[in-house]
């Protein structure tokens, strides 16, 4: 396996309380890494580290064999794309004015906007499904909207990595699907994608690489079909179930027996 982005020994916390010590891991190059585990085990948190939003107490994290605290915020921003959880717009903003904002760490003094910025963020909004959205109010759009529409920012900013945190919140289950859909084909063409998700079974049939987290801690990370079993779920979620071949795909499919 290859990696660029890595966790070392990670003790991460905020103030005095402690959400992980020493946490590793090694995220697949080339793949779709889905992060599952109950609330509050350090999953958000594992992926704030990643992109330098929490500097780690002990430890480092690193991309491309360099701390990440070492880059340039522009330059790990044209490598590294982020997704949180609860991003705000700023008032009277456009929605194509939001998704352009992913073009910022592409522009410098001697490169302003250009043609190839317009196609990416065209590009970007039809990916996601905003297009026609593009002239309206981002706060006169539903959850769901929005959602999509901060997902469009992300994509305009054309890294080799994204990472996105519960990017299927307020979604409804046909666009859950399709952007879990879009995440895959990127993954296919190369790109690195890293997920919080919260439904174990999409995290099954849609990702590579699952790391299951309980209390700060990587329980166990591998394929769906090496790590997804009831005594995971028991394990992790304290969810008594049963695990069945899923019928569409043959992944992994849970069904709680409660």
Known sequence: MTTRLSARELTLRYGERIVSTELSLDVPDGAFTAIVGPNACGKSTL?????????????????????????????????????????????????????????????SLLATWSEADDRAVADAMDAAGVADLAGRDVQELSGGQRQRVWVAMVLAQQTSYLLLDEPTSFLDITHQYQLLGLLAGLRDEGRTVIAVLHDINQ????????????????????????????????????????????????????????
């Open 47 to 107: 992926l704030r580290a990643f992109v330098r939003l929490l500097r780690p107490a002990e430890g480092d994290v690193r991309f491309d064999d360099r701390a990440v605290s070492s880059f340039p915020a522009k330059e790990f921003a044209r490598s590294v794309g982020f997704l949180p959880q609860d991003p705000l717009a700023p008032e009277n903003i456009k929605v194509s004015q939001l998704v352009a904002r992913g073009r910022f760490p592409h522009q």
């Open 203 to 258: 995290a099954s049939r849609f990702a590579d690489h699952l790391v299951a987290m309980k209390e700060g801690r990587v329980v166990a990370e591998g394929t769906a079909a090496e790590i997804v079993d009831a005594a995971l779920m028991k394990e992790v979620f304290d969810l008594p179930s049963m695990v069945v071949p899923d019928p569409v795909t043959g992944t992994p499919m849970v069904v709680p027996t409660l």
